[in-house]
């Protein structure tokens, strides 16, 4: 199956980090309630406005966690996405994470706004936090299911989502094919559910999943190739 779109999650897919623990300088309970919601444990909704109430984020940390995003991306990542593009896929980004830094990140991946979905996040005139997006489907369980539907619309089939967590994977429904990208942190729940499993650092495995055939641009055949060896067989979870 060749797709003709394919979306990524942001926090450990796109980049090695999860944001909200990132601007929390690994506060336990934060790190605590994250796991919990990307293991399936218990809902998003149950964790997401707990854990910003604890970070409390400003203006400043979020736009420092859009630097750090970038600074910390996956191997191969842009080139992945460049080929995508270079073979007419359309790409996107959806993540529950904060959308001033998540689009700070697209942005440099070559993302048009309207191409990025998040949680968007509200500050007072000093820049302190003042809250967030609570009507988002990106902040709790089945959102992303639900926003892939919405998308569906306006966006090509087959299409294709790359992510991690159990948010991802509550998606399934709504996709074509589902990649667990397993090179930051494994789920056992969420590989239960993909289609393909990435296991290596390298987000290169996405390219033959998501084509036929080597791509057309000589440039990108060597990544293609990398991607076919890491991955194993496309055709299969590895």
């Given amino acids: ?41 218990v809902a998003l909704e149950a964790v997401y406005g707990a854990r910003l109430e604890i970070a409390r984020p400003s203006r400043e940390a979020v736009d420092r966690l859009g630097h750090d995003y970038t600074d910390r ?34 942005r440099e991946l070559g993302f048009d706004d309207e191409d990025i979905a998040a949680v968007d996040v509200r500050f007072d005139a000093a820049g302190r936090y003042a809250g967030y997006d609570t009507t988002s489907p990106l902040a709790r369980a089945g959102g992303k299911g639900e926003l ?7 966006l090509p089939s087959p299409i294709i989502l790359v992510g991690d967590g159990a948010t991802d994977a509550e998606a399934v429904p709504a996709l074509d094919a589902f990649v667990a990208y397993c090179g930051v942190v494994e789920r056992p729940s969420v590989v239960a559910v993909a289609d393909y499993v990435i ?9 033959p999943i998501a084509l036929e055939r080597e791509p057309v641009d000589d ?5 293609y190739r990398k991607g076919l060896a890491l991955l194993g067989s496309p055709d299969r979870k590895n």
């Fill in 199 to 207: 296991r290596s650092e390298s987000l290169a495995p996405v390219l």
């Fill in 1 to 41: 199956m060749r797709a003709s779109t394919v979306i990524f999650d942001c926090d450990s897919t796109l980049s090695a980090i999860e944001g909200i623990e990132s601007i929390s300088h690994g506060n336990a309970e934060i790190e605590a309630l994250t796991r919990a919601a990307m293991d399936g444990a």
């Fill in 219 to 223: 440039g990108y055949h060597e990544l």
């Fill in 148 to 154: 892939v539907c919405l998308w569906r619309r306006s």
């Fill in 73 to 106: 991306l996956m191997p191969d990542a842009r080139a992945v996405i460049a080929a995508l593009r270079s073979e007419g896929v359309r790409v996107r980004i959806m993540s529950g994470g904060l959308l001033p830094a998540v689009r700070r990140m697209g």
